[in-house]
């Protein structure tokens, strides 16, 4: 288990040898609403020389639960994602929110040994490509200016921001632009902004203006809930409409 201030442990050793397969974890909300990030993951992955998996049984990580205090329900969700992917050397999940549940957090809510060896074996996208496969330049090209939001969970407890930026700075024509106070939180926090709505809000529309001040035309994201949040808030902004949001896997399989 990490402690504040240590970045999340992963099962990384022996590195991945060519030909490995990947098995691909899909969160709730990208399976029930945007699918076709999970598309995206899974050719990116491939295009790399990675066999792409797809365990059926799988579900939640059981995040939901763990965050509104669910514990006995969420350990059960999480045995179940243990034994889906306890065959699976690499796990490859497209956000960071739900790789930290799964890295940190499992062995919280259950220190089973074996629980625990699971969750450590699934990385972020970002990370994987980057760290563990050494890929940096995945020949995309997409010719706007782009800033990035990297989600509390991924910044805070798996360290991600190297990851997603040197994938963004290689993309071919791409402008980057930062992103002012690009640490915040944008708001979302899951079940937070179902309780808190108010509060919320008001850290999503000061995120959504912050993208407004980078002069981005494109905003990504390792985590679709958050661009979910603020994206919403822009969206309905007549000064923002020109404004889109994008996973970090649609942007990085973009080919002019």
């Known amino acids: 288990m990490s402690t504040p201030g240590e970045i999340a442990p992963r099962r990384d050793s022996p590195p991945y040898q060519p030909g490995e397969p990947v098995a691909l974890f899909i969160p709730c909300y990208i399976d029930q609403f945007y699918p076709q990030i999970g598309t995206a993951t899974a050719d990116l992955l491939r295009r790399h020389g990675c066999p792409v998996v797809f365990p059926e049984k799988q579900t939640c990580c059981g995040q939901p639960a763990f965050n509104s205090g669910y514990w006995d329900e969420a350990r059960g969700v999480i045995r179940h994602f243990a034994r889906t992917f306890a065959d699976h050397r690499w796990i490859v999940c497209p956000s960071g929110s739900c790789t930290a549940m799964c890295r940190v957090f499992f062995g919280h809510v259950d220190p089973d040994e074996q629980v625990v060896d699971v969750g450590r074996r699934v990385f972020e996208l970002s990370e994987f490509l980057v760290d563990i496969l050494g890929v940096t330049d995945t020949g995309a090209c997409f010719p706007h200016k782009v800033a990035l939001h990297v989600g509390c969970h991924g910044l805070r407890e798996l360290g991600l921001s190297d990851q997603p930026l040197r994938l963004l700075q290689s993309v071919r024509e791409l402008e980057y632009v930062d992103l002012p106070n690009a640490d915040e939180c944008c708001g979302f926090g899951g079940t937070f902004s179902v309780k808190m709505p108010g ?58």
């Open 199 to 256: 509060t919320s809000i008001a850290m999503g529309r000061t995120k959504a203006e912050n993208v407004l001040r980078s002069g981005a035309e494109v905003v990504a994201s390792p985590d679709v809930s958050c661009l979910m949040h603020f994206g919403g808030i822009i969206a309905r902004d007549p000064a923002m409409k020109h404004i889109r949001t994008m996973h970090l896997a649609e942007l990085l399989n973009h080919h002019a």
